[in-house]
């Protein structure tokens, strides 16, 4: 299981696939259904869209 927070490395959030466990160490831990990663040219943004419909989101 892979725990997204703030102190989670780009490393690890770029080798995020889809099926993985993942968690936010609260309230959403399921497997990733689809990733979008957009950039706002300060921040890249991860989103993690979940099989249970909740969605994990961070930033670098």
Known sequence: MIR???ETSIEVLQ???IGDLV???F???SLVE???TTDDG???IY???LITG???KTKR
Do not use: C, Q
Request: charged share 35%; aromatic share 8%.
């Open 4 to 6: 997204i927070n703030d």
């Open 15 to 17: 080798a995020i696939k």
């Open 23 to 25: 968690t936010d160490g």
């Open 27 to 29: 309230s959403k831990t």
């Open 34 to 36: 689809s990733i979008e």
């Open 42 to 44: 300060l921040y890249k």
């Open 47 to 49: 989103e993690f869209h």
């Open 54 to 56: 909740r969605v994990i």
